[in-house]
C-alpha cells in the first residue's frame, strides 16, 4: 500500500477508523480521550462519509454512562456504534460493558488509558482503568504506537462483527494519544474490502424490530443461568482467529507485520520481556541497541491480550528464553502478581511446560518515564546475582526495596535524529506552535518526525516542555528528550526557576527570548547557566519576541517569531522553503479570521531573522558561578515535596518522603509564587471606575479588590496608594487594586475586559 502519509496524533489516527467504520459514535469527553470526540464532531459537522457512505451520528451523552448506555442501545437497535474514553469514565462503562458483551453485540471502545484516581487523581498515562474491565468480556486489543493506533483500530473494527464480541482498542494515554508521529494512514476504500459485509447484515437481522418481535435482558435462575454463561464460550474461543486473519489481511495491505504475539530481537534470545502498550517502542530500541553490543535479548509485545491465546504467546517466545520478565503498567495492590504476570504464569501451567525463571515488574504509572537505562536495568536484573523477582523500576523505592537501581545511563536511541526541546508557558501559543512545526516538516519532507508534550494538569499558566524529534527512520522513542541537540526558552523568566539546559548535548544550539543586552546577561543569568554555555560551547542566540510582537501588534503572542527561529537555527528545512511553508499555515489556521490577523503573524515571521542575534560568549563565563536563587525556609512537606515538584525534580524523589494515604497539609498554596509573568499589568487609580471586573475575570485569582478605613490605612507606605470608595454605602472606605506580581502569569484578561482601559 502507498497510502497517504500524514503527521498527525494517536487519537485523530484512531478516530479516522472509527470514524470510517461506524454508524454511531455516543460520546462524553475524558482526559486524554476528549480530542477523539470532539474530532469526530467537528468531521460530522463538515460531513464527511463513511465506509458506509453516510455521515457518522455523534451523540453527546449526559456522562460516560450515559455513552456506554447509548451504545447498548444503539446496537441493540442495529446500528455499528463505537465509543471513546479512559480512566473513571471507563469505569462508568463497566456495567453496560457486561451487558454488551452479554448479549455478543459487535462494538468497539477506544480507550486511551490512563491512571485511576487511587490515592490521588491523575489525568495521565498507565493501564489501571483497562485492566479494570478484562472480565467484562470485551477482546482487548492494544496498540503501542501512533502507526500502530491506524492499523489496529481496524483490526479490531473488522474482527468485532465478524466475530460478534465487543472490543476495547487501547493506547497509552498522552505517550500515544498525544504523540504526533509521521504515519501512513489507510484509505476508505481499503477498509470497505477488508470488512465483512455478510457479518454486517447478519448483525442487522439480529436487531429489535417490530415486525419480528423477541424478549432480551430477561432475568434467569439458579437453574439456567450458568449454562447459559458458558453459552457463548465458542465465541470467544473463534475469536483469536478471526484477529489473527485481519492481522494478516491488514499486514497485507500496509506491508506491517501483525500477529497476537509479535516477537522483535536475537531469535536465540536468552533473556525476553513481555510487554504491551507505548513502553515496547522503547524495549525494541533498547533491544536493538544491547543486541548490536552482542546480548541475547529480545521483547514479545502483546497485541490480542483478550482472549489470550497460549498457543500463539508460545509461538512468539523463542524456545531460548532462560528467563523472562512480565512488565505490567498498572498496579493491583495485595495481589500475587499484576494482571499480564499472572496470565503468562498461567500459559505455562496451561501448556504443560516447565518455567524458565520468571521475573514481574512495575514500571510507567502516570505517565512515568520508561527510558532505555531503566529498561537496560530490566534485563540485567535477570543475570544479577541476587535478581527482584517482583520490582518496580523508573523510581525510588526506600521504602519496601523494591526498585531495580537503574545505574548506567544506557543510549538506544539511533544517531543522527535531531532532537529539539521548547520550554513554554501553559497557554502561550508555544505547544500550538511545534504542532504545527512539526507538522509542517512531518508533511513537506521525507522526515519522520515524533512531537510529545509534557505538561502538568494545571494546563493554562503551567510549564509546557515540547520534546520534538527528527529522523529518517520511524521513531521509537517513547521518552523524553534527555540529549537535546537544540533548546528554546520561551519565557526569560524560566532561567530563574528551572534547569533549561539540562541534558543539552555539547555543541547545541540555545535560543532565548529575552530583551537582554549582552552585558545584561551578566546581571540577568544565573552563574551556572552562563558556565554551562560557556563550557559545552553551546550557540547561543537571543530575540527580544515580546517586542517584536508588540510593534506588529500581536500584544504577547510570540509563536510565530519563536518558530521563525527554530526553523532558521534547526535547519531541518532550507530557511526560504521553511518561511514560504510557514506562511501558508497562517494563511491557513488565521484565514477565518480576518486579513488583519494573518497580515499582523505575516509581519511578525517578517521582522524575526533581522533581530535574531547571536551572542559571543565571553571567556570569563567559563568561571562564573551561582545559580537558581534559594526558595525561602517553609515546612518539612514544602521543603522536601513542594519545592523539588515546582523545581521540575519530583522524579528525583523517593517513596518515603511520600504519605501513604495520599493526604497533605494545607495553605500551601502561598509557597508557589513563581512569577513567571512577562508583563504585569498596573492599576490607573485615575482611571478606574472600581468595577471590578478585572478581578472577577483573573483565572489566576492575581487581582484582589480592597476595601480599607483611614484607621486601617495608617502606617501603610507611601506607595500604597489608594481613593476613595465609589457609593453611598462605602462612605468612609478607601479603594485599591492590588495585584499580585508573582501570581499574575500576564495572560492579558483583566486588560481586555477593563471597561475604563484607555
Ligand atoms: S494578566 Fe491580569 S488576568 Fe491575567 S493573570 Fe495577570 S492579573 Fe490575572
Ligand atoms: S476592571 Fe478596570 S475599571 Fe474595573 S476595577 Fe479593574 S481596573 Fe478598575
Redesign the pocket.
Known amino acids: 500500500m502507498n497510502g497517504k502519509m500524514q503527521t498527525i496524533d494517536g487519537n485523530t489516527a484512531a478516530c479516522h477508523v472509527a470514524y470510517g467504520m461506524s454508524e454511531v459514535a455516543t460520546i462524553y469527553p475524558i482526559t486524554p480521550s476528549s480530542p477523539l470526540g470532539e474530532i469526530a464532531d467537528a468531521w460530522a459537522v463538515a460531513g464527511r462519509k463513511n465506509i458506509f457512505g453516510e455521515t457518522l451520528n455523534v451523540k453527546q451523552m449526559q456522562s460516560e454512562a450515559g455513552a456506554a448506555g447509548a451504545v447498548h442501545g444503539s446496537l441493540v437497535g442495529g446500528a455499528v456504534t463505537c465509543t471513546f474514553t479512559a480512566s473513571q469514565g471507563l469505569l462508568l462503562k463497566i456495567p453496560n460493558m457486561y451487558k454488551i458483551a452479554g448479549e455478543l453485540l459487535p462494538s468497539v471502545f477506544h480507550v486511551t488509558a490512563r491512571s485511576l484516581s487511587a490515592h490521588a487523581l491523575s489525568i495521565f498515562g498507565d493501564q489501571a482503568d483497562v485492566m479494570a474491565t478484562r472480565q467484562t468480556g470485551f477482546a482487548q486489543i492494544v496498540s503501542s504506537s501512533v502507526q500502530e493506533v491506524m492499523d489496529l483500530a481496524l483490526v479490531a473494527h473488522l474482527a468485532t462483527i465478524e466475530s460478534s464480541v465487543p472490543f476495547l482498542h487501547f493506547f497509552d494515554g498522552f505517550r500515544t494519544s498525544h504523540e504526533i508521529q509521521k504515519i501512513e494512514v489507510i484509505d476508505y476504500d481499503d477498509m470497505a474490502k477488508l470488512f465483512n459485509w455478510d457479518a454486517y447484515w447478519a448483525f442487522k437481522k439480529r436487531a429489535i424490530n417490530p415486525e419480528r418481535p423477541d424478549t432480551r435482558g430477561t432475568a434467569q435462575n439458579p437453574d439456567i443461568y450458568f449454562q447459559s454463561r458458558e453459552a457463548c464460550n465458542k465465541y470467544y474461543l473463534a475469536t483469536p482467529a478471526i484477529v489473527a486473519k485481519y492481522m494478516e489481511q491488514v499486514s497485507t495491505l500496509t506491508g506491517r507485520t501483525y500477529n497476537l504475539f509479535d516477537y522483535v530481537g536475537d531469535p536465540q534470545a536468552e533473556r525476553v520481556v513481555v510487554a504491551m502498550g507505548s513502553g515496547c517502542e522503547a524495549i525494541e530500541e533498547t533491544v536493538n541497541a544491547m543486541s548490536a553490543q552482542g546480548e541475547k535479548v529480545g521483547l514479545v509485545k502483546v497485541r490480542l491480550y483478550r482472549p489470550f491465546d497460549v498457543d500463539a504467546f508460545f509461538t512468539a517466545l523463542p524456545a531460548s528464553a532462560s528467563a523472562v520478565t512480565i512488565l505490567d503498567r498498572t498496579k493491583e495492590p495485595g495481589s500475587v502478581g499484576e494482571p499480564l504476570y499472572t496470565d503468562v504464569c498461567a500459559a505455562y501451567i496451561d501448556k504443560g511446560m516447565a518455567p524458565p525463571k520468571i521475573y514481574g515488574g512495575r514500571y510507567g504509572l502516570s505517565s512515568k518515564e520508561f527510558t532505555p537505562s531503566m529498561i537496560k536495568a530490566v534485563y540485567d536484573n535477570m543475570t544479577a546475582s541476587e535478581p527482584k523477582k517482583r520490582f518496580t523500576v523508573g523510581i525510588n523505592d526506600d521504602v519496601t526495596h523494591m526498585s531495580l537501581p537503574v545505574a548506567e545511563d544506557f543510549k538506544a536511541e539511533p544517531e543522527g535524529n535531531i532532537r529539539a526541546k521548547f520550554w513554554g508557558l501553559g497557554s502561550d501559543g508555544t505547544v500550538g506552535a511545534n504542532q504545527s512545526a512539526i507538522k509542517i516538516i512531518g508533511d513537506n519532507t521525507e522526515k519522520y518526525a515524533q512531537g510529545y508534550f509534557a505538561y502538568d494538569s494545571k494546563k493554562s499558566g503551567g510549564i509546557t516542555i515540547s520534546h520534538l524529534r527528527f529522523g529518517d527512520v520511524p521513531i521509537k522513542s517513547t521518552y523524553l528528550i534527555n540529549e537535546a541537540d537544540f533548546v528554546a526558552c520561551h519565557n526569560p523568566t524560566y532561567v530563574n526557576i528551572y534547569d533549561i539546559l539540562e541534558g543539552i548535548r555539547e555543541g547545541g544550539t540555545f535560543l532565548l527570548n529575552c530583551p537582554w543586552s549582552a552585558e545584561e546577561m551578566e546581571e540577568q543569568l544565573p552563574g551556572d547557566l552562563r558556565k554551562t554555555i560557556h563550557d559545552k560551547k553551546l550557540k547561543f542566540f537571543t530575540v527580544d519576541a515580546i517586542k517584536i510582537a508588540q510593534d506588529v501588534g500581536l500584544g504577547g503572542r510570540i509563536n510565530m517569531i519563536m518558530q521563525t527561529c527554530f526553523f532558521k537555527l534547526a535547519n531541518v528545512l532550507p530557511i526560504e522553503e521553511a518561511i514560504d511553508l510557514l506562511k501558508k499555515d497562517i494563511q491557513k489556521t488565521f484565514g477565518k479570521k480576518g486579513d488583519h490577523i494573518v497580515a499582523m503573524n505575516i509581519s511578525a515571521v517578517d521582522n524575526t531573522l533581522d533581530n535574531l542575534i547571536e551572542v559571543d560568549i565571553p571567556e570569563s563565563w567559563g568561571q562564573a558561578a551561582g545559580s537558581i536563587p534559594p526558595k525561602p525556609e517553609a515546612t518539612d512537606y514544602v521543603e522536601k515535596i513542594m519545592y523539588p515538584v515546582q523545581a521540575l525534580k519530583g522524579d528525583d524523589l523517593p517513596v518515603s518522603v511520600f504519605p501513604p494515604d495520599g493526604v497533605f497539609p494545607t495553605s500551601t498554596a502561598r509557597y508557589e509564587k513563581r512569577g513567571v509573568a512577562v508583563s504585569v499589568p498596573e492599576?490607573?487609580s485615575s482611571?478606574?471606575?472600581?468595577?471590578?471586573?478585572?478581578?472577577f475575570?483573573c483565572p489566576h485569582s492575581a487581582?484582589i479588590?480592597i476595601l480599607a478605613t483611614d484607621d486601617e490605612l495608617k502606617g501603610a507606605p507611601d506607595t500604597f496608594e489608594t481613593v476613595p470608595a465609589v457609593g453611598k454605602a462605602l462612605k468612609g472606605y478607601q479603594f485599591r487594586?492590588q495585584v499580585n506580581a508573582l501570581d499574575c502569569q500576564g495572560c492579558g484578561n483583566?486588560v481586555d475586559?477593563?471597561?475604563?482601559?484607555n
Open positions: 492599576w490607573i482611571e478606574c471606575i472600581q468595577c471590578n471586573q478585572c478581578s475575570i487581582i479588590p487594586i483583566c475586559i477593563c471597561p475604563a482601559k
